[in-house]
């Protein structure tokens, strides 16, 4: 099964790469790695999520949130490599979750991110992950995920 064909038995249908809110570049590759810089959960060029886990937003809010940044993650994968086929296998996830004082459940958020990966990837899915608590991040955002993904050269 083509991942494009398992995106489509998910009901998913990837969003164009969010274009950069700075002086960055999407991505950028190194031999057979591929670094993606922060993605925000943006939908239609509008953030889709504002506000802090444990104050604004729930567990489940934060879930949402993650993987939409993360489908916005691969959607730049794609732009870069041209087809989601070339993908061998995802790294390394980073996530940054913006929490209320107290919020200790970052893991957890950044679980909806971990769970679409491998409900879209198997095995190949699977990978190291940092679940990071942050003060702020850009935009208001509540989520920003960073991927590392082995592609075919």
């Given at each position: 099964?083509?991942?494009?064909?398992?995106?489509?038995?998910?009901?998913?249908?990837?969003?164009?790469?969010?274009?950069?809110?700075?002086?960055?570049?999407?991505?950028?590759?190194?031999?057979?790695?591929?670094?993606?810089?922060?993605?925000?959960?943006?939908?239609?060029?509008t953030l889709?999520?504002?506000?802090?886990?444990?104050?604004?937003?729930?567990?489940?809010?934060?879930?949402?949130?993650?993987?939409?940044?993360?489908?916005?993650?691969?959607?730049?994968?794609?732009?870069?490599?041209?087809?989601?086929?070339?993908?061998?296998?995802?790294?390394?996830?980073?996530?940054?979750?913006?929490?209320?004082?107290?919020?200790?459940?970052?893991?957890?958020?950044?679980?909806?991110?971990?769970?679409?990966?491998?409900?879209?990837?198997?095995?190949?899915g699977r990978?190291?992950?940092?679940?990071?608590?942050?003060?702020?991040?850009?935009?208001?955002?509540?989520?920003?995920?960073?991927?590392?993904?082995?592609?075919?050269?």
């Amino acid at each position: 099964m083509t991942i494009e064909s398992r995106l489509k038995e998910l009901g998913i249908i990837l969003q164009t790469a969010p274009k950069p809110v700075a002086n960055y570049v999407p991505a950028v590759r190194v031999g057979e790695l591929l670094f993606t810089s922060g993605v925000l959960p943006m939908k239609d060029g509008t953030l889709a999520f504002e506000g802090k886990l444990g104050r604004e937003l729930t567990v489940e809010q934060g879930q949402e949130a993650a993987r939409l940044a993360v489908l916005n993650a691969l959607a730049v994968v794609k732009q870069e490599t041209g087809d989601l086929e070339k993908i061998v296998r995802i790294v390394r996830l980073t996530g940054h979750v913006a929490s209320a004082p107290g919020f200790t459940l970052q893991p957890a958020v950044l679980n909806g991110a971990s769970d679409l990966l491998v409900a879209i990837f198997g095995e190949a899915g699977r990978h190291t992950r940092a679940a990071l608590g942050a003060a702020e991040l850009p935009l208001g955002s509540p989520i920003e995920l960073e991927l590392i993904v082995q592609v075919r050269v």
